[in-house]
């Protein structure tokens, strides 16, 4: 199946004109030549650019000779992130915007429309992130990472909740691995830098009872903000506020995606089991944490008491009951 051309999709040309520039870094390449290798008119070069420059890439103009990028640019591009996703189903079908609505919206049009396993929605802003329980998602451009993936597992719906667990686990590794923060998972997958929430996983799916036809998973994950807006400012944080300092996004996006490649691989070979351990050595809140659990109908205090073979908490209340969390949002209780 053809790589769709959806609108508000990044123009492939634009794709192209920058990774000649990164090619080329620390060269001037000449408006002419820029125009022939990518077909369009030099006008348009000179547009795109400051398209590019809006996004914090810099490339400088040079009158007359022409335009030179003064360092590999941190944007999230279909050829810079195929190039290196090789042998991972990601790598086919990425789309990228410079802004959308919603990644996930989109990749749960595309799950219907019969898109195939690994397809990719990447933005660089979100006009109108979506979080969990009817949350938004605060979608900074060029800050963060907003990204769906849609996948086709050969699962039953009950098994869902591990794809959860999977998704959190691969962020937790990707952003060890590039900064070796141990981040804290807060069940089902938030994660948590010194208690506050740095990234936030939305995962969504189509079934029957018996049959998942496909799941989308939505990561968002604060990268470079260097402040988060007033009234999230207690509760999250980002990786740049949190080490003083900026982080690729485009190696973070990578290694995230083959991390998640790994993590998927190893639940459909060998099961729960080996994500459900995982998940309880790394995360404070799968036993022994006292939390209040909210869900639509009630709110209670409890203390956590480990997973359910199909990834849900369970909490044992002060009176003794025993609760399976199904939905809802836990916080840490005092
Ligand atoms: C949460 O913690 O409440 C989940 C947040 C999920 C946010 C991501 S950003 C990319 C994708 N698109 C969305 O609209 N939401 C998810």
Known sequence: MALRTLPGT?????????TLLADNAMIVVSGGKIAREIGVARSTVWRWTQRLRELGVKVKSHPRTGYQ???????????MLRQRLANTPFRKRIYHFFKIDSTNN???HLGHEGEPHGAVVIAEEQTAGRGRV???????KSSGIYLT?????????????????????????????????????RWPNDLLLDGKKFCGILTEMHAEPDHVHFVIVGIGINVNHTRMP????????????????????????VRLLRCLDSYYNRF???????????????????????????TATETYVGTTAGLEPNGLLRVERDDGRMEVVTSGDVAEAS
């Open 149 to 185: 993936v849609l996948l086709r597992p050969k699962i039953s719906p009950v098994q869902a909740p591990i794809m959860t667990l999977v998704a959190g686990l691969a962020a937790r590794d990707a952003v060890a691995e590039q900064t070796g923060y141990q981040a804290d998972l």
């Open 69 to 79: 990028i003064e360092r590999v640019p941190d944007v999230l591009m279909p050829n």
């Open 106 to 108: 989109l990749a749960l």
């Open 230 to 253: 007033e009234e999230l400012a207690r509760i999250a944080t980002s990786l740049r506020i949190e080490s003083g300092r900026s982080h690729s996004r485009l190696e973070l996006l």
């Open 268 to 294: 459909l070979a060998e099961g729960a089991a080996p994500i459900l351990t995982r998940f309880a050595e790394v995360s404070s809140y799968a036993r022994g944490k006292r939390v209040r659990i909210s």
């Open 134 to 140: 009817g949350r938004s998602w605060h979608s900074e």
């Open 10 to 18: 990044t123009d492939r040309r634009v794709d192209k004109l920058l």
